[in-house]
């Protein structure tokens, strides 16, 4: 059973960073992809960050949310099966609850129901 599960979230102050984790079980990725969704109250989920895995070491194709752009970087560690999402200069708007999604694919989905498999997520929030 596969299986998607985040950690990393917190409270941090504007300005501060954040790690965010995707820890996949129960599957090994070749070329899939794995998205970084965030959902604040009230509102949709919006789509952050996506990553189109590969099975060797180097840095699969990635793509972020313009209002995230120099701020938040993708990344994988194929080895440990995760997917990290680099959250910097934080601002009070990225706080939401974040959620990891696989698509068992290989290309990555727009669209939210075009993913397969999704985490519980994982809150992070700004406190001035």
């Known amino acids: 059973q596969v299986r998607l599960v985040e950690s990393g979230g917190g409270s941090v102050q504007p300005g501060g960073s954040l790690r965010l984790s995707c820890t996949v079980s129960?599957?090994?990725?070749?070329?899939?992809?794995v998205a970084w969704f965030r959902q604040a109250p009230g509102k949709g989920r919006e789509a952050v960050a996506r990553?189109?895995?590969?099975?060797?070491?180097?840095?699969?194709?990635?793509w972020t949310v313009d209002s995230v752009k120099g701020r938040f970087t993708i990344s994988q560690d194929n080895a440990k099966n995760k997917v990290y999402l680099q959250m910097n200069s934080l601002k009070p708007e990225d706080a939401a609850m974040y959620y990891c999604?696989?698509?068992?694919?290989?290309?990555?989905?727009?669209?939210?129901?075009?993913?397969?498999?999704w985490g519980q997520g994982t809150q992070v929030t700004i406190s001035s």
């Open positions: 999604a696989a698509a068992f694919k290989n290309w990555c989905p727009l669209h939210l129901s075009e993913y397969d498999v």
């Open positions: 129960g599957y090994t990725f070749g070329s899939d992809c």
């Open positions: 990553i189109l895995t590969n099975s060797g070491t180097s840095t699969g194709t990635t």
